[in-house]
């Protein structure tokens, strides 16, 4: 009796954390990929499409989001070739609502001999009514 019911606890325990890897492994996974495509737009120089990942609310208070985003790297872009960005990782915290992705890009200095820097980025992202979008504050305040 004692097996089975030591049995049907690892079932349960095993249910629920492969539940919860499949629910924060998706969100996980998207965030992944929406912190990709955003560093790919600033790799592309797409600025107006890289302000596109805040929220309609913020782009409307602050329009001139893309122009502020040219400095993302705190190089200017016209200097700035991008050549490579991992997204190291992605956390949630413990409400699902907030996440935080940390990238490194590998950057070119144009113009400078031999001059490549590797910054580290946190981006920060918020739910906003069901979608992840970025914190504002993770593009416009940040510092190197």
Known sequence: MKKLILIALALAAAGGAAYYQASHGSEKAMLRKK????MECLKFKEFAEA?????????????DIPKQLENFFKIP????????TLIDYV???STGARAKVKTTSVVRILNRKDETQRP??????????????LDLRTTLERGL
């Open 120 to 133: 580290e980025a946190m981006l920060y992202w918020k739910k906003d009514k069901g979608a992840w979008v």
């Open 77 to 84: 872009h016209e200097n700035l070739d991008i050549q490579e």
């Open 35 to 38: 912190s990709a495509r955003f």
């Open 51 to 63: 302000a596109a990942f805040h929220s309609a609310e913020e782009v409307k208070a602050h329009p």
């Open 91 to 93: 956390e949630l915290d």
